[in-house]
């Protein structure tokens, strides 16, 4: 018996008799869409596993896993396969089959046994509870609470469930602090809305603070994620309201003082909140001298829930230490693995200031003539020290030249310095797309503090995907953190970067996909070597470089600066001149009635270097991407040999195998093909000539190829089929072997259009003589030259 028959014949009717109702398994589910492979400007997916049944003790609460096997198979076979998918969807225990033996693993216990039946749902479900430790007949009963589902609305993904799950377990317990992980992009405030959906569904919660340090994800949060729970939600913002469910607050505006000089959150009693949940905790709430910390610590009666992309802080007092490790994490490159998270390529600039460093000579005078300390300044002094203009224009330039060879509507985020040098990029990428500011005034906005309300305006629009305009938008700090843009394409890093925490937060503004709109992957332009922070080992896992930050009442970030790891500056800077240097304000500083940086101009500034790193597929590494390189590794690795190729590409079922084997590596010969400019080949020949240095043909070459090398098989029908073959071919000739993938489409366009399919056919003898004819000369058009 096949495998299909194993699990109609005997393993559903097995669950079935154990009380496993059809409502409760889930056959041949797709746990994740696949990783997303970029295929030139188009994308495919990855093909993900399905796991042959997922058992549920509720439809939003797995529990088990099984796989089957064919009835001559061993029962054991399809353990490790099962094992896998139970690690993936966080469950306890894995089933393999062949139909008539079963094998269990119990992850809580390590063991497995050999079983004649399967257990009974309450079975699974009351050793579960034991090691949940929710011995209590309503907490179990809760646990199974069912998370909020609109009709017609999304659901939570399967890590989504995990987190949801284990984070009510864990609350049902009684644990007071409690720490999820998840990558940006993921859906962390979605999982947020969904706990406390439950929580005040089972009534296990009275009032519920969020906490957060940005208005904007306070808002975004209020109004959007939340938004189901309507008059129950309420945020503060001065005056003291007790009569709702759920609060929303900036750590700001609790901690602003009040008329009697006491700060806002005392206003309300240490146990009014029995529920606080912090967002993007790592940033600073968990450290013992922060005024965030003063919040938390008045509201300690309260089980406090933190929610991080990056779980560790070095800090005085760092998350892991004050939430504890956390229940749950998912990171950044299983989000990328299971399609969820967009990859990405990152394009490297080099500007010959930044690789040779600038020498500033004893005398130079800056643009307000002041004498310039003498020095060498590199990449971390610019803009923070030395105010480079020309540096500017020349990245402006370069990548306003990169957008018209891709797509000059692809919206893009460029991180700077600061607000000011934020403005200098504005200007100069207006300069460089007149023609498009012409047409859309906003098509190039910077989107900071200072900005104030249009600059919110300006970033709501960027983050509506239907919005045209703007389409590059230039920053510092502001949109580093829980700005949700999924139709951002390219992420431009103009400044050095030297914590962790703040990179993975940067590249999370690409990571969101978006398939309607084709956004699938994303660009990071680095013009300051900051993507080095890629080949770190804690990349993907704890950060070791962290950032104190200053905030100011609206939210933005106003000073920064390395807590942990060694400083990035080497050289004397220009705190020693008596000169700030710190802070966001442009040009004149209140204490020195001085500019707080050097403004040098006329340096001319050049792009010396480029270098192009995709995300491979398989090892999860960045490497330098020679396009033909990878396919003559990917190809050689498929097929050892060309004599696969050869013998199968001819074949129209085959070839689509191959096809999809390639595009399973991320390669497209369409792309290959534009890469190589050899848009005329046949991608079977442009595959050989990668991989195998053979000669490479053009498709007409080919077609005439055939003509005078056969001329038998085409003596052999009439006329009239002669003459259908021709056109056939030079259909081929002209746009390729997809000409012969589907018949009946093809013969409907000119030149076949003067007769219909049916009458086409009937020259050969029949559609099956038709298909049998063209699937010969597909054969000889392949075959070897004499």
């Known amino acids: 018996m096949s495998e299909a028959d194993t699990c109609r014949t005997y393993v559903v009717p097995k669950l079935h008799a154990a009380g496993w109702t059809d409502d409760l398994i889930a056959e041949q589910r797709m746990i994740t869409p696949g990783r997303v492979m970029p295929l030139g400007r188009k994308h495919t997916h990855k093909a993900s596993g399905k796991p042959d049944y997922i058992l549920y003790l509720r439809r939003h609460y797995a529990i088990a896993v099984v796989e089957a096997k064919a009835e001559y198979k061993q029962p054991a076979d399809g353990m490790q396969q099962a094992m896998t998918y139970a690690k993936m969807l966080g469950l306890q225990f894995a089933y393999a089959t062949n139909g008539k033996g079963i094998v269990e693993h119990d992850f809580i216990t390590g063991k497995e046994r050999h079983l004649t039946e399967f257990p009974a749902p309450d079975e699974l479900w009351a050793r579960l509870r034991g090691e949940l430790k929710l011995p209590d007949e309503r907490d179990a009963a809760d646990a199974l609470t069912a998370y909020y589902e609109e009709v017609g609305g999304k659901t939570p993904r399967y890590y989504q469930e995990i987190a949801i799950n284990r984070a009510v377990e864990a609350i049902l317990r009684g644990q007071r602090r409690i720490l999820i992980t998840m990558a940006t992009g993921t859906g962390k405030t979605f999982v947020a809305f969904q706990i406390v ?6 009534k296990r919660a009275q009032h519920v ?44 505006a609790l901690t602003a003082l009040g008329e009697d000089g006491q700060p806002l959150y005392k206003q309300y009693p240490p146990d009014f909140f029995d529920k606080i949940f912090v967002d993007e905790c790592h940033r600073g709430s968990a450290r013992d001298e922060s005024s965030w910390r003063e919040i938390l610590d008045y509201f300690s009666p309260a089980q406090q829930l933190g929610m991080t992309a990056t779980p560790k802080c070095d800090d005085n007092v760092n998350t892991y230490e004050y939430f504890g490790a956390p229940i749950y994490t998912y990171s950044l490159k299983q989000g990328i693995e299971d399609g969820f ?29 002041r004498e310039v300390p003498p020095g060498v300044y590199g990449t971390k002094d610019f803009e ?50 007149d023609d498009l500011m012409r047409i859309h005034p906003d098509y190039v906005v910077r ?33 580093t953190t829980g700005v949700d843009a999924p139709t951002c394409r390219n992420i431009v890093l103009f400044r050095p970067i030297n914590s962790m925490t703040e990179f993975k937060q940067i590249i999370g503004r690409g990571t969101r996909i978006l398939d309607e709109h084709g956004k699938a992957w994303f660009t990071i332009i680095d013009y300051v070597g900051a993507t080095q922070l890629f080949y770190d080992p804690t990349f993907d896992g704890e950060p070791e470089v962290q950032t104190r930050v200053k905030i100011d009442e609206h939210g933005e970030v106003v000073e920064s600066e390395t807590v942990e790891g060694k400083a990035p500056d080497t050289e004397p800077t220009l705190a020693q001149t008596g000169y700030r240097v710190s802070g966001e304000s442009p040009l004149t500083d209140d204490t020195t009635a001085q500019p707080r940086k050097f403004y040098v101009d006329g340096v001319p500034v050049y792009v010396i270097g480029e270098q192009a790193f995709e995300l491979d597929a398989e090892d999860h590494v960045l490497r330098t991407v020679s396009f033909t390189d990878y396919v003559r590794e990917r190809v050689r690795r498929l097929w050892p040999d060309a004599r696969h190729l050869r013998e199968y590409w001819p074949l129209a079922e085959r070839r689509a195998e191959i096809l999809q084997a390639l595009a399973q590596c991320g390669i497209d010969p369409e792309h290959l093909a534009a890469v190589t400019h050899h848009e005329s080949a046949d991608p079977l020949d442009l595959l050989l000539h990668v991989a195998y240095n053979a000669p490479l043909l053009t498709r007409r070459e080919r077609a005439v190829q055939l003509r005078q090398t056969k001329p038998t098989f085409f003596t052999t029908y009439s006329p009239a089929a002669r003459e259908i073959l021709d056109k056939l071919l030079d259909k081929y000739a002209d746009f390729g072997v997809g000409q012969f993938d589907d018949l009946t489409l093809v013969l409907r366009v000119p030149p076949f259009d003067q007769s219909t399919v049916q009458e086409i056919a009937a020259l050969f003898g029949g559609p099956a003589q038709l298909k049998a004819a063209v699937d010969q000369m597909q054969v000889l058009l392949y075959s070897p030259t004499p």
């Open 197 to 202: 959906w439950r929580l005040l569904e089972m």
């Open 384 to 433: 923070r020290l030395i105010s480079l203009l020309t540096r500017t224009e020349t990245a402006a330039r370069h990548l306003t030249n990169y957008l018209k060879a891709t797509d000059r509507y692809d919206k893009t985020i460029i991180f700077c310095v600061d607000q000011e040098h934020a403005l200098d990029m504005r200007e100069a990428l207006a300069r460089e797309n």
């Open 447 to 479: 989107v900071v503090s200072d900005e104030g309300k249009e600059g919110r305006m300006h970033l709501d629009n960027f983050q509506d995907p239907e919005c045209e305009a703007p389409v590059l938008v230039t920053s510092s700090q502001m949109l």
């Open 341 to 369: 998270l967009a990859p990405y390529r990152v394009q490297r600039v080099m500007l010959d200031v930044d690789v040779d460093n600038l020498r500033i000579d004893p005398g130079v005078l800056d643009r307000f003539g």
């Open 209 to 252: 603070l969020y906490l957060a340090d940005r208005n904007f994800l306070i808002d975004q949060v209020k109004d959007l994620t939340f938004s189901p729970l309507g008059e129950a939600l309420h945020k503060i913002q001065g005056e003291v309201v007790k009569s709702r469910k759920v609060y929303f607050a900036l750590y700001q």
